[in-house]
């Protein structure tokens, strides 16, 4: 047949690329073709079932990608899910709904990338969100916003689930904070995220289902004539044009489908949104990236741009567990985020001097990992950010979950700002075969110790009243394992041995200046590239507070709008 050409050529139908194909194709003078590995979730149950948190994982739509050995972290690998489905992980996600601390924001803008700032994003989080006014029994049971923060006619439903969790577990849980030096926030996503608080979450509740980037953004438009999604569909990498005096010039996508492999080509853009685990992948395979690893499989340079794949940041994720005295019903949405002062109180002053004075190794042993690719002097003013975010401005240092189901109380957490390192880079010339991913999990000793002060802080706070009699003997890790006044070692071990990802991957194709490691600009484009850009959580330079999807809506929509300026004569 006919060769398929659009204008827009998208890879990756997940959280953000679908969010770039409905805006695209609102100009009704070009065609979007979306090129999506996965397929349909629209009636699956483990997707759309509110409280169904994990039912998809290992299964079909579940990538599974796994880590190379983690040698900092117990010698054993993780599993880093991802979705494989139209809607992408959006569609297997935990649903939280909570943005980022304000001058995380701002940061974007400070290591220069202009016009990304708090100010410059909050009207796309809104245009996103189809906020849904809590009724008066959520109220009753936690739900809490101010207006203001919110949008209530974009495509995204976001807002609390009909069955919420008993009215007295809130206020319980606050008269226990008050005691340890945690304030109740009213409403996370207002660009201050210190505190405990009952967050909304990514779902529909009239219909009970999740509210995932397809069904806000692909299904309702399925049917405009030039928008096409090009399902179970794998994408190799980027083919270019011979010709090109400067800037690497993309005419098309080399695929494999069903039908076999073909070329899906495209007349004005081809824009990478395959997620923070292969957006840097499919880089590298088409030829940009490190010519030291690029060389190694016999893939011709196109772009010498030794950042791709870099900068990847994650979280660790634990868990503690206890007996209920009650048996809970409905989907929990507590979250409590504690800033560096509150969780370490008066020894926090000798926990910043460490980091503080720590911060130069880590540059260090950070660019010693990356063979040198990534430059000493820029990890360590990135390191310095952080550490001012974390230290100065006091941004929430860990994320607390609280989640009563049944006959038992478990609490999961994370550091919200591990300085760790990592990388992805492809081990094979076939763009088929997995790449090597390496996040490299406690990396840093603070990394580590935070693990196991996050612990503590949890367990001296299901020891305080009223929150102590909701809860009987903990069973996970309990006292066995990891005893009542157990050292900073006995903790850590627990923590090597226990953890999880956080499943918050970012910053392998970061949009930073180039001379400081950047692979995108802040118009999103790659540099050394006239028209493929990456729009996901690759772009994100730094790891932010709360969790992703919130601000990759608003990051995709403000992208969005960026490239129809540039087509849309004005
Ligand atoms: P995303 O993964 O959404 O999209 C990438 C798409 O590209 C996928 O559809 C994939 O199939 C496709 N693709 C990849 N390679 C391809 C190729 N070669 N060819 C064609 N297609 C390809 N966030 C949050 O806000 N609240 C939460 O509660 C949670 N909880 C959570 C739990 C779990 C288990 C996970 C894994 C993640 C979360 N997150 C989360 C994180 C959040 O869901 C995640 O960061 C974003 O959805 C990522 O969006 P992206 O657009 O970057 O990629």
Known sequence: GSPSRYDFVIVGGGTSGLVVANRLSE??????????????????????????????????????????????????????????????????????????????????????????????????????????????????????????????????????????????????????????????????????????????????????????????????????????????????????????????????????????????????????????????????????????????FNIPVVVNNPSVGENLQDQTNNGLAYEGTEFWLGSPTFSALPSADQLYGKNVSAVASFVNSSLADYAKAVAHSSNGAVQEANLLSAFQLQYDLVFKSQVPYAEIVFVPIAHSFSSEYWPLLPFSRGSIHVKSPDAAEPASINPNYFMFEQDLNSQADVARYIRNLFETAPLSDLVGDEFSPSLDHVPKNASESEWTNWAKSTYRSNFHPVGTASMLPRDKGGVVSPELKVYGTKNVRVIDASVLPFQLCGHLTSTLYAVAERASDLIKKQYIPR
Do not use: C
């Open 27 to 296: 100009m009704g003078d070009v065609t979007v073709a979306v090129i999506e590995a996965g397929d349909s979730v629209f009636n699956n149950r483990n997707v759309t079932s509110v409280q169904g948190y994990g039912l998809s994982f290992g299964s079909s739509i579940d990538w599974a990608y796994q880590t190379d050995v983690q040698k900092y972290a117990g010698g054993t690998r993780q599993t880093l899910r991802a979705g494989k489905a139209i809607g992408g992980t959006s569609t297997i996600n935990g649903m939280a709904y909570t943005r980022a601390q304000k001058v995380q924001i701002d940061a974007w803008e400070k290591v220069g990338n202009k016009g990304w700032n708090w100010d410059s994003l909050m009207p796309y989080y809104k245009k996103s969100e189809g906020f849904e006014i809590p009724t008066p029994e959520q109220i009753a049971r936690g739900a809490d916003y101010y207006i203001r923060y919110h949008g209530e006619s974009g495509p995204l439903k976001v807002g609390w689930p009909i069955m919420m969790t008993n009215s007295s577990m809130l206020p319980i849980l606050d008269e226990t904070f008050q005691k340890i030096g945690l304030p109740y926030n009213r409403d996370v996503n207002g660009g201050y995220m210190v505190g405990l608080t009952s967050h909304p979450n990514t779902v529909d509740r009239e219909a009970n289902i999740r509210a995932d980037a397809a069904r806000a953004y692909y299904w309702p438009f399925e049917a405009r004539p030039n928008l096409k999604i090009i399902s179970n569909t794998y994408a190799n990498k980027i083919l270019w044009a011979n010709e090109s005096n400067g800037e690497a010039v993309a005419i098309g996508v080399d695929v494999i489908g069903p039908d076999g492999g073909e070329t899906i080509y495209a007349s004005k853009e081809v824009i990478l949104s395959a997620g923070s685990l292969k957006s840097s992948v499919i880089l590298e395979h088409s030829g940009i990236g490190n010519p030291e690893i690029l060389g190694k």
